[in-house]
């Protein structure tokens, strides 16, 4: 079982550029950030894999950027020229095995606030 916590959100004005933290108990080499805005769904918003792969999603793209520290067990989401539609709680998420399609662990969420 691997236990995640975010930290690093808050208030910030547009244009902003804060970085999110992820502390993991465990290596695990699929990880993610979803964020969930008030009454919509939970989105992918970036992944990243062992092998370095990654992916964002579209409104994100050329704005954030995932990264790791496999030596801290520790992901990150920097997050530049923040909108006010990018406001929602950001959360971390790992799977088991990579061969797995769903995330399996997931922190409690840092909110993000952009006005």
């Known amino acids: 079982h691997v236990q995640l916590v975010e930290s690093g959100g808050g208030s910030v004005q547009a244009g902003g550029s804060p970085r999110l933290s992820c502390a993991a108990s465990?290596?695990?080499?699929?990880m993610a950030w979803f964020h969930q805005a008030p009454g919509k769904e939970r989105e992918g918003v970036a992944t990243?894999?062992?092998?370095?792969?990654?992916s964002y999603r579209d409104s994100v793209k050329g704005r954030f950027t995932i990264s790791r520290d496999n030596a801290k067990n520790t992901l990150y989401l920097q997050m530049n020229s923040l909108k006010p539609e990018d406001t929602a709680m950001y959360y971390c998420?790992?799977?088991?095995?990579?061969?797995?399609?769903?995330?399996?662990?997931w922190g409690q969420g840092t909110q993000v606030t952009v006005s």
């Open positions: 998420a790992a799977r088991i095995s990579c061969s797995y399609i769903t995330y399996n662990y």
């Open positions: 990243i894999d062992g092998n370095g792969r990654i």
């Open positions: 465990g290596y695990s080499a699929c």
